[in-house]
């Protein structure tokens, strides 16, 4: 069976496990703009192992999705001891590129603000994102341009992960993620400015890719040419290949987060990189 139909078959058990997934924190929610996709939810665990916050961008294709969408995310990770922040952002196709990664960065500023106020450290920062998420993250992270013209510190960050990420517009891609762009991008707009491998600057903030050989949805030289590129310029990378037999875009991309660390390696490997930063 080709992995695009792998794909397409796997939503329904997705969707039945995450809509009985369990809810034990109750998360605050911020707005940082007008529109009604423009907030964050706030996760403080019931039993907090560490002083690390995770900063998540939620995938969905950029045109779907929002931070009450992937609940189950900050749940797991909150039940995990971490501190949680889900950025949502206005959708494409009503929405064009940069408005997207312009509202993850405001987004980001009004959430380092809101943990000051809450007194606590803003300097053990992760920010990630798997997908579209991992895109907006990816730039976020590595691009000085954009933080430059957004105001955005990132000096509290200490570490990256992107999972299932389109980091390049030049590699195989599906038809699918074809359609998805061209809802991202006006027509003639220079993909070049929207694209991680091209807008990576040097950075000291190390990065942790999970990537999937059997994503019906993102071929995994993305991951690969986005990890060439971070090396060739001095960025630390681990690429790391997706092991669990559930290794299609959506259930590694965020089916993860359904189970535990013990059932998912690629759970696991994620949890034992923020532990080690």
């Known amino acids: 069976m080709n992995d695009s139909l792998r794909e397409n078959l796997s939503y329904f058990g997705l969707y039945l496990k995450m809509f009985s997934a369990k809810r034990t924190v109750q998360p605050e929610y911020i707005s940082y703009g007008k529109h009604k996709d423009q907030y964050f939810l706030y996760y403080e665990p019931l039993s907090r192992i560490s002083d690390k916050v995770f900063v998540w961008i939620h995938g969905g294709g950029w045109n779907a999705g929002s931070p009450k969408f992937f609940d ?3 749940q797991t990770m909150a039940a995990c001891g ?4 889900s950025i949502g952002y206005r959708l494409s196709p009503k929405y064009k590129y940069p408005c997207q990664i312009e509202d ?10 809101y943990l000051k106020s ?7 920062i992760i920010i990630s994102g798997p997908s579209a998420g991992a895109h907006l993250a990816s730039i976020l992270v590595y691009n000085n341009a954009i933080r430059e013209r957004m105001g955005v510190d990132i ?3 200490i570490g990256f992960i992107g999972v299932g990420g389109p980091y390049s517009f030049k590699t195989k891609t599906t038809t699918a993620i074809k359609m998805l762009l061209n809802q991202l991008f006006e027509k003639e707009y220079n ?8 807008l990576m600057d040097k950075s000291d903030i190390p990065m ?12 995994y030289s993305c991951a690969e040419m986005f990890c060439k590129k971070a090396t060739e310029i001095g960025n630390k990378c681990e690429l790391y290949s997706v092991e669990d037999k559930k290794n299609t875009h959506s259930w590694y991309t965020a089916g993860m987060f359904l189970e535990t660390r013990n059932q998912n390696k690629s759970l696991d490997r994620l949890l034992s990189y923020v532990e080690s930063l």
């Open 208 to 219: 942790l890719l999970i990537q999937s050989k059997h994503d019906g949805l993102i071929d």
């Open 72 to 74: 189950f995310v900050g």
């Open 118 to 124: 809450k007194k606590i450290d803003v300097n053990k």
């Open 191 to 198: 993909r070049d400015e929207g694209e991680p491998c091209h």
């Open 155 to 157: 000096s509290g960050v």
């Open 104 to 113: 993850v960065c405001s987004g980001y500023n009004v959430a380092i603000d």
């Open 82 to 85: 971490y501190r949680f922040i």
